[in-house]
């Protein structure tokens, strides 16, 4: 069974950095599709980051300050998030599913079987 546990979220003021963890374990493959959504109070959840075997995609709200990586020796999906603003304010997930289609912001999130408990995120102005 995969899981997914996030950390690193927090309080932070705006122009500031966080980076944020998804812990992985349960599975051996690295050909899944991993992802970060985040979900503000009163809004869907939107995929803003996604990687694959090296290839990222983003969400155009936070393309040029937030950078997705993966340690496949640690089995660790990060996401270094900087210059934030307050309308990143929210609760942030990982995401992982290894079934076949496009990995990139669009997919959605009944194609993701995997997902985190999640982490808050605050930026205050």
């Known amino acids: 069974q995969v899981q997914l546990v996030e950390s690193g979220g927090g309080s932070v003021q705006a122009g500031g950095s966080l980076r944020l963890s998804c812990a992985a374990s349960?599975?051996?493959?690295?050909?899944?599709?991993m992802a970060w959504f985040r979900q503000a109070p009163g809004k869907e959840r939107e995929g803003i980051a996604t990687?694959?075997?090296?290839?990222?995609s983003y969400a155009d709200s936070v393309k040029g300050r937030f950078t997705i990586s993966k340690d496949n020796a640690k089995n660790t999906l990060y996401l270094q998030m900087n210059s934030l603003k307050p309308e990143d304010t929210a609760m942030y997930y990982c995401a992982a599913d290894l079934r076949p289609g496009s990995c990139d912001t669009r997919r959605p999130t009944t194609e993701f079987a995997y997902w985190g408990q999640g982490t808050q995120v605050t930026v205050s102005s």
């Open positions: 990687i694959e075997s090296g290839s990222t």
């Open positions: 349960g599975y051996t493959s690295r050909r899944y599709c």
